[in-house]
């Protein structure tokens, strides 16, 4: 049972969840397209681990990206929860229209023998504001 616990412990920082974003702002100046000016290039991942790809262990918390936060047994990697993670950071740019949106889900679960999953959601979005003439 000792050895369970310390087996356990040293595989408790592998199996964490996270939720990050990322935005980009370096454009060419003189970029537009349809009357509209690049802001910025937004992407959003979380990832959590499933028991046998079902049942939620653990995730990302998404209401707090950046941070090293996760929720237990509550699926938080959703597409939702990416857009609204995109969309926060969208706000804080002052971005009027969040266009392309891709969304790429990823499942492993072979470095477990297929007994704990981990899913990875990656979502990316432009964003731009209107050309004032």
């Known amino acids: 049972m000792k050895n369970f616990k310390i087996i356990l412990l040293c ?7 996270c939720a990050t974003t990322e935005v980009s702002t370096e454009f060419n100046s003189n970029l537009t397209s349809e009357g509209k000016k690049p802001v910025a290039a937004i992407s959003a991942e979380n990832y959590g681990y ?3 790809g079902y049942l939620p262990i653990c995730a990302g918390d998404p209401t707090q990206p950046n941070k090293n936060t996760m929720s237990f ?3 938080t990697v959703t597409i939702e929860n990416n857009n609204k993670m995109i ?3 969208a706000e804080k740019l002052g971005t009027e229209f969040l266009g392309d949106i891709r969304h790429s889900t990823n499942w492993t679960g072979g470095f477990s023998l297929w007994i704990i ?3 990875v959601l990656s979502s990316n979005a432009f964003a731009t504001k209107s050309v004032s003439q």
């Open 117 to 119: 999953w981990k899913q």
């Open 11 to 17: 595989l408790l920082p592998i199996l964490t969840g």
């Open 73 to 75: 047994f509550e699926d």
């Open 50 to 52: 499933y028991l046998f």
């Open 87 to 89: 969309n926060l950071e």
